[in-house]
């Protein structure tokens, strides 16, 4: 896939993860970029957003305070840091890249919070 993302697995509560989305078929830079999460019967929601011409970001309220969203663009990589996770993080988490026509997703990662 034009995305690939990295670094779910299964933690305890209060505890972290890093997940990267990597792509070696465009680059990011100009793309709009947002992880995602769908947990088990929801509908999928936005989790955090960057605009990687200027690095503005934005969160969920949900994960305001928890989360951070950044780019590399050496890279091409944008990642997701997690902290404080709890259990109503558990979901799968995509990632996507929006620039004009082009829409691309990867293929999800699984969190899993769980004790």
């Known amino acids: 896939g034009l995305l690939v993302e990295s670094g779910g697995g299964l933690v305890q509560p209060g505890g972290s993860l890093r997940l990267s989305c990597a792509t070696s078929s465009f680059t990011y830079n100009y793309y709009y970029m947002t992880w995602n999460r769908q947990a088990p019967g929801k509908e999928r929601e936005l989790v955090a957003t960057?605009?990687?011409?200027?690095?503005?970001?934005n969160y969920a309220d949900s994960v305001k305070g928890r989360f951070t969203i950044s780019g590399d663009g050496a890279k091409n990589t944008v990642y997701l840091q997690m902290n404080s996770l709890k259990p109503e993080d558990t979901a799968v988490y995509f990632c996507n890249a929006r620039l004009g026509a082009a829409d691309y997703w990867g293929q999800g990662t699984q969190v899993t919070v769980s004790s």
């Open positions: 960057i605009t990687t011409s200027t690095g503005h970001t």
